[in-house]
Every structure is written in structure tokens, then in C-alpha cells.
């Protein structure tokens, strides 16, 4: 019997091997590298992560309508379009600024010791979770999505406990068990769809639904819906969610920033896969059930939020309501064809936004947390110690809420608005404008604070009055935010541009 050999494309695989090889990189470094030389260890993560970067723009440059490789009769499993550059893009992005916020967590101590964590298994780990994040980006059938999402998340349960004092531990277990029993289910879903039409290439899945045994058709919806659910988990939808706030709690402050942008970001490009591509045929189902997820997630989220002190907690439960958003334009795809490529990109230029702006904010989170402590009232009196940091804050924060001089977070949300009154589906659109209206309080209210007086009793922030110093890595964190949150708001065109792009889901 002949077997299929199949090639590779070296050039599309590029950016997920340059990870991957900087992975290995830091893991071997961290064995001969000794006391403060660990210091080299960031920069070496820093520099994979570059080199991926560097590998997208031959790719952009190819054209056409996208290479594939590991390919087969029945369809390639790992296809590179314009989709998988964009993802690629925020998801790489991410990751270096997440790397910069976590320098001062990392830094080798003077006398030899570690940092508040092991920098040579944090950046291992790192690195192995966003390898995974980026294939999944790339991957048209289920085994590779599956396979790519699991190489994201294991990594990503050990990144949660990794620190040596606090809640960690309990954080991780609580997102490991939520995990495994998603999994399950994903699992459960992709073995019901690969039965009933015998493929797992997610564009051969889509035709094989169409001329489906009518026999078959429930067991076929069934394990579309189980597969949905996985990757709903992921992203934190209502009622998937409960594992955020803990976890993002008992995390070190750089990964909760992790799993809350590059984690949901590969969440939802695996979810936009198998809902744009493979279940096309079932729009008319998955879009009003994806509706009614987004209305309960969005408003969950903010009402939570509503509750909180803590700053990380706030900020989890505003990433829930977030996600809800993200939702939106799911939610309002109800056919097939055109119907799903006008609305479900406005998806992908939402995440490219939110990633800049909840990376910016726990950017400052992680700077007052060394300084003073996690809570929203820990901020107050910001602006006269670090006004750098503060302004950022607050531009972030109204980024978030979607009012000027906001502007990026406004456009984004106002593309998600035209996705929805372009679909008609109108109730929807009133239950995100209401939720709009609940985020802007505690928004405003967190960016009031940073301009109060300081409360008497608190820590002096900063050692000191005056404009105090901030650690590089967190200055240049802030820099690359609020540069990209400045030039989304006047360019805005720059991420608007993938609503235009011709074929984006293939």
C-alpha cells in the first residue's frame, strides 16, 4: 500500500518553529547560564519572539489566496491566509510585551538567587504555550486545533503556579480541572463530527455537512455544538467563566495578562475556525445560540465587575465582558457565505484592539502591585508619582469603556455595532449598548482615582514625592501600548482594514 508523503513548507511553518526553537534555546541556556547571567534569559525570549515577527512579512508579501502545507487528497492541515497573519500578528505581539512586563518578575537577584519566579522554566514555558497559540492560528483540521490547544494550555496551568508564595497553586488547579473536563468535551465533539462525516480538514467537513445523511444530522449538530463548548471555555464565555477570576487572582500579574489576551485570542481564533469554516452549514443554529452566549457574558462580566476592589479581579471580570463583545458578531451570523464574512472579521478587529489595551493596563497594574499592593484604592494619587503611567492608565481604562479620547476601543465597538444592526439582529445590539453604559462606572470610576489625592495611611508611591522611576521593561511595555493605542485611534483603519480583506475565512 502507497503512502502519502507529505511535504512541508518550511517558510509557512517559520513562525511557529522559531518559538518553538527559542523555547529549547532558554531551556538549554537556563542549564549553563548561573547567577545574575540569567539575566541573558528574557532577551533570548525576546529575540525568538522577533524572529517569528520577522517571519510574517514574507509570507504577507506571498499573495494569493494562502499556502498550506502538511497536506493531504482530503485538504491541508496547516494553511497560512491573511486570517492566520492577523491572528499571528496580535497573538506574537502579545507575547513580547508580556515578556517585557515580566522582566522585573524574572530579574536574577544580586547574591545569585532567583526572581519572585524561575526565569529559565517561566520563559521555557512561555515560549512552549505561545508555539502552541500560534499553530492553532494556522490549523484547518480538528486534530491540529486540538493538538495546538493543548500546546497552549498545559504550559499555561504550570505559568499560573509557578510562583513560589501566594494562591498560585489553588489557582492552577482550579484552571487545570475546569481544562481537562473542556477538553473532554471538545474531544467528545470532534470524535461525533469525525463520525459522522469521516474527515477532520475543516473546509472537507463543511461540504460533507451539506450532503449529510438526514439520519445523521442530529448527531452531527450535537458534536458541533460539544466542539463550540471547548473552545467557548477557553475564551470565558457565560456560563464557562468561573475559573477567571481565581485564576487570573492567584497568577503572577504577567501571566494573568497572558491567558486574558494571547490565551482567549487563540480561543477565539479557534472558535472563529470552526464555526466560520467547518460548521458554516449550521450558522442558522450555532448564531442565535452564540447570541444569547454573548448577551450573558457581556453582562455577567460588567455587573461582576461592578463589585470589585481588587484590580486584577476587575480587570478579569472586564475581560469576561469583553469576550462578550467579541461574541457579538458570532452571534449575528444566521446563513451562509457573505452573511459570515461581513460580520464574523469585525471579531478579529475587536481582539487586535482589546490586546492592546488590557495589555497596557496590567502593564500599570503590575507596576503599583510592586509598590503598593492590587487594589483599585492602591491607584489613587497615581498621577503624581509615575503621571506617565497614570495618563496611560486612564487612556487604557477609556480605551476599554469606549469613549474618546478612547478612540480605538470606540471604533472597535462601533464595528461590532454595524455588524449587528447589519444583520438585523437588533435586540442584541440594545443589550451590548446597556452594557456599554454599565462599564462606563467603573471605568471612570478607576480613572478618578488616579488623579485623587493620595489617601493617608497608604505607602508613598514611588519612595518618594514627585515623578518617580520605573523599571525599563515596564517603561518600554508602556511604551509600545500606548503607542499602538495612540495610532489605533487615529489609524484606525489599520485593524479596520481585515474587515475589507477579500476571502478572510477561505
Not at 446563513?335 to 490586546?355: C, I, N, Q, R, S
Not at 469603556?401 to 435586540?427: D, E, H
Request: charge should be neutral.
Amino acid at each position: 500500500m502507497p503512502f502519502d508523503v507529505q511535504s512541508i513548507d518550511w517558510l509557512a511553518i517559520g513562525p511557529v518553529v522559531a518559538v518553538a526553537v527559542a523555547a529549547l534555546v532558554v531551556l538549554l541556556a537556563d542549564l549553563f547560564l548561573t547567577g545574575a547571567r540569567k539575566a541573558a534569559l528574557p532577551w533570548l525570549t525576546l529575540a525568538g519572539l522577533g524572529a517569528a515577527l520577522l517571519l510574517l512579512l514574507p509570507l504577507r508579501t506571498d499573495g494569493g489566496g494562502g499556502r498550506g502545507t502538511f497536506c493531504s487528497p482530503s485538504g491541508c492541515s496547516y494553511v497560512v491566509t491573511d486570517l492566520t497573519l492577523v491572528l499571528q500578528l496580535v497573538l506574537l505581539g502579545s507575547a513580547f510585551v508580556v515578556v517585557l512586563m515580566s522582566m522585573p518578575l524574572t530579574r536574577a537577584l544580586a547574591g545569585g538567587d532567583e526572581g519572585e519566579v524561575p526565569g529559565g522554566e517561566y520563559h521555557f514555558l512561555l515560549l512552549s504555550s505561545v508555539a502552541g497559540a500560534v499553530a492553532l492560528a494556522g490549523a484547518r483540521d480538528l486534530l491540529t486545533l486540538v493538538v495546538a490547544l493543548e500546546t497552549l494550555s498545559l504550559p499555561a496551568f504550570a505559568l499560573v503556579g509557578l510562583r513560589r508564595d501566594g494562591p498560585g497553586g489553588e489557582a492552577a488547579l482550579k484552571f487545570f480541572l475546569m481544562s481537562v473536563a473542556a477538553t473532554a468535551v471538545l474531544l467528545f465533539g470532534v470524535s461525533l463530527v469525525y463520525g459522522t462525516t469521516g474527515s477532520v480538514h475543516l473546509a472537507r467537513i463543511a461540504g460533507d455537512l451539506d450532503r449529510l445523511d438526514p439520519k445523521l444530522t442530529t448527531v452531527a449538530a450535537t458534536g458541533a455544538v460539544l466542539t463550540m463548548v471547548g473552545f467557548a471555555f477557553k475564551v470565558a464565555a457565560v456560563p464557562f467563566h468561573f475559573w477567571v477570576p481565581d485564576t487570573y487572582r492567584g497568577a503572577p500579574i504577567p501571566v494573568a495578562a497572558y491567558l486574558s489576551v494571547v490565551s482567549k485570542t487563540a480561543g477565539f481564533a479557534g472558535l472563529l475556525l470552526v464555526a466560520g469554516i467547518a460548521f458554516r452549514p449550521y450558522a442558522h443554529l450555532w448564531g442565535p445560540a452564540l447570541a444569547v452566549l454573548a448577551a450573558l457574558t457581556m453582562t455577567a462580566g460588567n455587573v461582576a465587575a461592578l463589585r470589585q476592589t481588587d484590580a486584577v479581579r476587575l480587570l478579569a471580570w472586564s475581560s469576561i465582558a469583553q469576550s462578550g463583545y467579541v461574541l457579538v458578531p458570532f452571534g449575528t451570523a444566521a446563513g451562509h457565505g457573505e452573511d459570515l464574512a461581513d460580520t464574523l472579521p469585525a471579531a478579529v478587529a475587536y481582539l487586535a484592539v482589546y490586546a492592546v489595551m488590557n495589555l497596557g493596563a496590567f502593564a500599570v497594574v503590575t507596576l503599583v502591585a510592586r509598590e503598593r499592593g492590587g487594589l483599585v484604592a492602591d491607584h489613587r494619587g497615581l498621577f503624581r508619582a509615575h503621571p506617565i503611567a497614570a495618563a496611560g492608565l486612564a487612556f487604557f481604562l477609556l480605551c476599554l469603556a469606549g469613549i474618546p479620547p478612547g478612540l480605538a476601543g470606540l471604533f472597535a465597538k462601533v464595528t461590532v455595532f454595524q455588524a449587528v444592526i447589519g444583520s438585523g439582529t437588533g435586540w442584541l445590539a440594545v443589550v451590548m449598548a446597556v452594557n456599554v453604559v454599565i462599564g462606563l462606572y467603573y471605568y471612570l470610576v478607576w480613572t478618578a482615582q488616579l488623579f485623587a489625592p493620595e489617601a493617608p495611611g497608604l505607602p508613598t508611591l514611588g519612595g518618594g514625592t514627585g515623578t518617580a522611576r520605573m523599571p525599563a521593561a515596564l517603561v518600554a511595555a508602556l511604551a509600545v501600548t500606548g503607542a499602538l493605542g495612540v495610532l489605533l485611534s487615529v489609524a484606525p483603519q489599520l485593524v479596520l482594514h481585515v474587515l475589507t480583506v477579500p476571502g478572510l475565512l477561505g
